[in-house]
């Protein structure tokens, strides 16, 4: 028999309780029964920090919107005072980057974050997420071999499947759209900038009939893992069809917590600065990789030959290239539809003038690779 959510974050008769930090109205669908989930709310993190250096948790939800920078920094106050407690961000879509990132990160070799959850969501799911990360000893009488099937891990199963595109691990199309429009609405309060790059490899449909798709799909997941390489961690890369990929670069003045000024002045600047460099470098990256460098089974079988190495690369027949388009908010548009339609005509504009290039917005006929 397995215990209820409030029974699994219980020690022999002391309840230990659920400790939210912030708005909850921010995340979570039922409000109203948070006080019936044994959860203290706390508006204040200095508030907080202050009741969990008192008190024994199960675990301490973070709400993310709302919270001032320098959020690590009360995320590590947090562990030292509750080291026992899991913690658990509670995230707007557009803070997932950031979410990602304090999971990641480590203070004296303790995780700043234990996981994150995407809101809005039902409480009920904090109470999931708390007995998933304190594992099989809370949970009493089930086996070892049926916890990968425990609902928990169904749903993750199913959020993945909404969320990533599944040949190439990175954000589908759908997460894309409702990303865009998310981060769009959260730096018009902030003055921020977004910039939206949109991008395909030039004659993939050539490649992909004459090697065969197993090839095609090798280089598509071969783009995904170099585009990622090149941007930087809080960017968002998604493939949004075919061979057809989308970057969000964004800027948010209120979460930077670099110091590197000269990023924090390419936001305000004419073009964005930084959306264009790593624009440069994958470009560059991507003409020099070996993409789809391997012996394809379907060529030996079909024609009886193998396919030599480095076929795709700079040492085979041909070299890929991309063409793509950058639009930014709020020069370029107010919405993401706007920004999606000016990225992809100066896309088509790459394409008319002999592809091998991407152009920005406000600059036609002009390579980036022509801006300083």
Known sequence: MMRTHDEQISSGGDIRKILLVGDISKAFLDTDSI????????ASMLDAIDVAAKNNF??????????PAKLSSALKALREVSSDAKIILLAQMYEEPIA????SSTSNGTSVADDYLICPVHANRLHE???SIQGPAQIETTPP???DSTLETKIKQLEKLATEDDLTGLKNRRYIWEFSRQIIEHVKKENGRVTLLVFDIDNFKH???LYGHSAGDKILKQTAALIRRCCRAHDVVGRIGGDEFAVIFWHDPQRDTTSDEAERRSAMADHPTEAIF???RFRKEFEKAELGSSFTKENELSTGSQTPLHLLGPKGKGVLTISGGLASFPRDGSKIQELFLRADMALLDAKRSGKNRIYLVGAPQSDIADIE
């Open 145 to 147: 071999s049926t916890i």
């Open 129 to 131: 997420c708390t007995v």
């Open 207 to 209: 490649y992909n009939d």
């Open 35 to 42: 006080t019936n989930k044994n959860c203290e709310v706390h």
């Open 100 to 103: 990602r990132q304090l999971v």
């Open 58 to 67: 199960a675990a301490i939800g973070v709400v993310m919107a709302g919270i």
């Open 278 to 280: 790593i624009s440069k």
